[in-house]
């Protein structure tokens, strides 16, 4: 099984890949459409600031690639903000995957949203012998709220999508690779599909 990972200078990289090879598969990086267009499963990671983000995407052209695959594509944190049709961080238009916006948290909470919270409403073959109320890690200033596509939700001021699913695409606003078990459990269910 061909894992790609998309290489546009995402900075939680290698400990998604190192996540991946403790469940036993080793996945390559590359920032080669040609590479990526024949991987049988594609990561599109993403810590950092959306319109810089997107800007290395342009560069590569990866921009036009992404809303072209077929294959199953899961977007992780800004990966995930980036499949949405726009993020307020930075005033920037994103790949529209995902039919929602991504808004900045200003509910009265701490911004950024750091550290452990639960998710809930699990609706995906993503989630797979997942309860709700399980435990994940969150990183994030920036959130997409309730659409049709929400497949998980969270709580932190507002009730908000922690997963987004259209098609073959998924997205999860947490970092599966920093989220214990459960995390390794939905990596695993996305090896699965």
């Known amino acids: 099984m061909k894992i790609a990972i998309i290489n546009y200078g995402a900075g939680n990289i ?43 995407l342009k560069a590569t052209k990866l921009d036009l690639l992404i809303p072209q ?3 199953p594509v899961l977007g992780i944190c800004l990966g995930m903000q980036l499949l949405c049709n726009y993020s307020q961080e930075g005033n920037t238009e994103g790949l529209g995957i995902f039919d929602t ?12 949203q750091i550290g452990w919270n639960t ?26 709220p ?20 259209k098609d073959n695409f998924y997205g999860v606003q947490f970092h599966p690779e920093k989220s214990s078990a459960v995390g390794a459990k939905i990596l695993e269910n996305f090896i699965n599909m």
């Open 146 to 165: 309730l659409c049709n596509e929400t497949i998980a939700i969270s709580d932190y001021g507002i009730t908000y999508s922690t997963a987004l699913r």
């Open 14 to 56: 290698q400990s998604i890949r190192f996540a991946f090879e403790r469940l036993g598969v080793h996945p390559f990086l590359s920032d080669q459409a040609e590479e990526i267009a024949t991987a049988d499963l594609v990561i599109f990671p993403g810590v950092g600031e959306a319109s810089s983000a997107m800007a290395k």
């Open 69 to 71: 695959l077929t294959q």
């Open 119 to 144: 998710i809930d409403q699990l609706k995906s073959d993503l989630f797979n012998n997942i309860a709700d109320k399980e435990y994940i890690y969150l990183v994030h200033s920036y959130y997409a």
């Open 101 to 112: 916006d991504v808004l900045r948290f200003n509910h009265g909470v701490k911004v950024p």
